[in-house]
């Protein structure tokens, strides 16, 4: 240890030797001592100065290094949570352009739903409303019966099929419709362009759903379609069948709306592509065909079809040329006659407005009825009247009672039927009332 400190020692000595500093000032020198130990002193001052600055120096670089690296890291930082911010914000976007979409293409939907919903509720509605109509008809006629009051013997049937049955099986024109509307309601779907499965499931979801019930209000429509069609041809086939052709009676539906006071060309509904909706082709057409039905039913519900007795009579005198019962000569009887008790009532055969009440010559107390559509019918020879002119009747009100006033034999009721005020047989129409309406 003291070798090692000798030779230290040794070399401190030879290279901090005792120096003097001289220095001269108005002609004095002056000069300073500086011994090894001082030397040694300003040397370890001197180089903590110079390794001072040189940390402060380093340090100063590696701050500004360390300042670059943090504000390099935070820029990297900020585009980062720039770019999430923005690839949330695009979701966002997208999320909501797609709630958008998803909500605007449900509410067309449902609009859609809903309006064909409105359209075939107002049609069962007003098909129903036609049902009861004839079903108190025949509930009426059927109290009467035949013209000499026999009653019907299959009262569980309502009308006899007096059309021809489809040659194509129901099921089968069920299957090609259900088939038709399934392929137009694939053409029509709108394909949304989506990257979630989920979303797109759930709009093909919607849309299989809204196929389904489409496919079902189409067959629903064309069940109404069928049906009224079908009930056209059994009251025309009624109407037909007292000689006076149905078209002879009916007037073409007029829409009118004074009201409202709409107008503008006609477009028919159809798809974005420009093809017809079938929907509404087939609503269309049931329309059509209610709007006849309704006719048809009003037309025929005040249709003279029955009896003007519905107590038990006896069919006496036919329509057209006979023997005079009171002369024995030939002449035309524009009625026909019914014998039954001494003031049985005499009934309305159908619904209308009492234009006559009152004593004719040849017919004694008489009352005649306007039904509409031109037609009339007459009750004569009876003992009382018992309604007033103008006054509102339904089929089987009482007009009168029974008797043998004005030129007459013996107790019975004379019934005429009159289209346009030219007499027909009431024979036949008493019949279609058996024998179509079971009556």
């Known amino acids: 240890m003291s070798r090692r400190t000798g030779k230290m020692k040794r ?40 390794l001072w600055v040189a940390y402060a120096s380093v340090n100063v670089v590696f701050k500004e290094q360390i300042i670059v690296a943090k504000e390099q890291e935070r820029l990297v930082m900020q585009t980062n949570m720039s770019k999430r911010i923005h690839d949330a914000q695009k979701a966002y976007d997208d999320v909501n352009y797609l709630n958008t979409t998803i909500e605007r293409q449900f509410d067309e939907t449902m609009d859609d739903i809903w309006s064909r919903h409105r359209m075939l509720a107002n049609m069962v509605e007003r098909k129903s409303a036609i049902d ?6 025949v509930e009426g006629l059927s109290a009467a019966g035949g013209p000499n009051g026999q ?36 053409a029509r779907s709108r394909a949304v362009q989506t990257e979630g499965d989920a979303a797109r499931e759930a709009i093909q979801s919607m849309e299989k759903a809204a196929a389904e019930l489409y496919t079902e209000q189409l067959l629903l429509l064309a069940s109404v379609e069928e049906k009224a069609s079908k009930k056209i041809a059994e009251l025309r086939q009624v109407i037909d069948s007292t000689g006076v052709a149905a078209d ?34 087939h609503a269309n057409r049931a329309a059509t065909m209610i709007d006849e039905l309704d006719s048809l039913q009003d037309a025929v519900n005040h249709l003279p079809l029955s009896s003007p007795l519905t107590v038990t009579r006896r069919f006496t005198s036919g329509f057209g040329v006979r023997r005079d019962p009171i002369n024995g000569k030939h002449s035309s009887h524009h009625g026909i006659d019914f014998a039954a008790p001494w003031a049985s009532p005499v009934t309305a055969t159908g619904a209308g407005v009492v234009i006559f009440a009152g004593t004719r ?8 009825i306007d039904h509409g559509n031109g037609f009339m019918t007459r009750y004569a020879h009876m003992s009382r009247i018992t309604v007033k002119r ?24 004379h019934y005429e039927v009159l289209f346009k005020k030219r007499p027909v047989n009431p024979r036949r129409f008493i019949e279609a009332g058996r024998y179509v309406f079971e009556s």
């Not at 004095?28 to 001197?46: C, E, G, N, R």
């Not at 010559?361 to 005649?368: A, H």
């Not at 103008?390 to 007009?399: E, P």
């Open 132 to 137: 009861q109509g004839l079903a108190d008809q």
């Open 11 to 50: 070399i401190l000595s030879r290279l901090f030797k005792e120096r003097q500093i001289y220095h001269r000032s108005d002609g004095v020198v002056h000069f300073i001592s500086m011994s090894a130990k001082t030397q040694v002193a300003l040397a370890i001052v001197l180089l903590a100065a110079i």
């Open 361 to 368: 010559s040849g017919f004694g107390r008489v009352v005649e």
């Open 151 to 186: 009653k019907p013997t299959n009262g569980n049937r309502v009308m006899i099929d007096v059309t021809p049955g489809e040659p194509t099986p129901r099921q089968s024109r069920l299957s090609v419709l259900r088939k038709e509307a399934a392929l137009e309601s694939s």
């Open 248 to 281: 002879a009676i009916l007037t073409p539906p007029k829409i009118t709306n004074i009201t409202l006071a709409q107008g503008g060309p006609f477009i028919a509904p159809a798809a974005p592509d420009g093809t017809p909706i079938r929907f509404y082709q």
């Open 390 to 413: 103008g006054q509102k009747v339904s089929l089987h009100h009482k007009v009168g009672e029974l008797g043998s006033s004005g030129r007459s034999t013996g107790p019975h009721v």
